[in-house]
Antibody
Framework: EVQLVQSGAEVKKPGESLKISCKGS????????IGWVRQMPGKGLEWMGI????????RYSPSFQGQVTISADKSISTAYLQWSSLQASDTAMYYC??????????????WGKGTTVTVSS | EIVLTQSPGTLSLSPGERATLSCRASQSVSSNYLAWYQQKPGQAPRLLIY???SRATGIPDRFSGSGSGTDFTLTISRLEPEDFAVYYCQQYGSSPLTFGQGTKVEIK
């Protein structure tokens, strides 16, 4: 079974750093793109960026460029999303998803259950 | 950036009825690269349709997608109790990929 297992919920203070993870199994992790999607409380879906674990080729949405860093370690089939300095506005659910990338964008066929990030002083 | 506008915002229907959801793009979606997702409360989104009309693996045939260019439709032929959820369209023909704001299908 194809699965993406995300790390657990996080509660952080403004200014702290954070790295959340997404571990793939049941398929060849290095040969599929992994995307990250934000969902703020009660809101819709926002695409953040995407990475190809095979060579770490990474693309970002302009809205998130410079705000987060996406990385991957293909040796352990894991992708990451990290922040160097969290803000209260980063409070959201973050999903990773296996992606079929077509050069301009991708659709996402398998999703992780999400990681809740709460940033509060 | 392509803006996707979904309508209606909320659709109130009874089980067994037909649901028709609309997604309109601010400019033509290249190669009809449009997907639909279903999201239930507390759950991750689930891919229903890609390429405007291709059903994802395991999706019942009561779900169908159609359209091209700037106008796309998701149709649920007969609503089952488990179909009441929020539905999002998403285009992947232009960078950055974008989502619509969602249509909530609720029980009447």
């Amino acid at each position: 079974e194809v699965q993406l297992v995300q790390s657990g919920a996080e509660v952080k203070k403004p200014g702290e750093s954070l790295k959340i993870s997404c571990k793939g199994s049941g398929y060849t992790f290095s040969t599929y793109w992994i995307g990250w999607v934000r969902q703020m409380p009660g809101k819709g879906l926002e695409w953040m960026g995407i990475i190809y674990p095979g060579d770490s080729d990474t693309r970002y949405s302009p809205s998130f460029q410079g705000q987060v860093t996406i990385s991957a370690d293909k040796s352990i089939s894991t992708a990451y999303l990290q922040w160097s300095s969290l803000q209260a506005s980063d409070t959201a659910m973050y999903y990773c998803a296996r992606s079929y990338y077509y050069g301009s964008g991708s659709y996402m066929d398998v999703w992780g259950k999400g990681t809740t990030v709460t940033v509060s002083s | 950036e392509i803006v996707l506008t979904q309508s209606p915002g909320t659709l109130s229907l009874s089980p067994g009825e037909r649901a028709t959801l609309s997604c309109r793009a601010s400019q033509s979606v290249s190669s009809n690269y449009l997907a639909w997702y279903q999201q239930k409360p507390g759950q991750a989104p689930r891919l229903l349709i890609y390429g405007a009309s291709s059903r994802a693996t395991g999706i019942p045939d009561r779900f169908s997608g159609s359209g091209s260019g700037t106008d796309f439709t998701l149709t649920i032929s007969r609503l089952e109790p488990e179909d009441f959820a929020v539905y999002y369209c998403q285009q992947y023909g232009s960078s950055p990929l974008t989502f619509g704001q969602g249509t909530k299908v609720e029980i009447k």
